[in-house]
């Protein structure tokens, strides 16, 4: 089992910045990738970002490639979102899955467990 929880979310106006975080417990963390996804109302859920088990390999969505940065602390067993020169379309909830083949891809099917989501709102 692994247990998921994310935080740092919130309402930041356009340009602004926010740093999700990512906490996992359960399983041993440094064996399993981690990917972040979001979700707007009325959409379906997107991938926004995936990090393999080392760290070594990243994955970004076209749509946020240059703004946002995903990173991982095993050591803290903590996945991290920074996100800069936020947009309103980047309004959403935000959920954090891991995946326990270690790949890190970019399709939510891959994932076998999921947090609980924590809102950005992004106002122009």
């Known amino acids: 089992q692994v247990q998921l929880a994310e935080s740092g979310g919130g309402l930041v106006q356009a340009g602004g910045s926010l740093r999700l975080s990512c906490a996992a417990s359960g399983r041993t963390f440094s064996n399993y990738a981690v990917g972040w996804f979001r979700q707007a109302p009325g959409k379906e859920r997107e991938s926004v970002a995936a990090?393999?088990?080392?760290?070594?390999?990243?994955v970004y969505a076209d749509s946020v490639k240059g703004r946002f940065t995903i990173s991982r602390d095993n050591a803290k067993n903590t996945v991290y979102l920074q996100m800069n020169s936020l947009k309103p379309e980047d309004t959403a909830v935000y959920f954090c899955?891991?995946?326990?083949?270690?790949?890190?891809?970019?399709?939510?099917?891959?994932?076998?467990?999921w947090g609980q989501g924590t809102q950005v709102t992004v106002s122009s």
């Open positions: 899955a891991a995946d326990l083949t270690g790949r890190g891809t970019r399709s939510p099917y891959e994932y076998d467990y």
């Open positions: 990090v393999s088990w080392s760290g070594g390999k990243t």
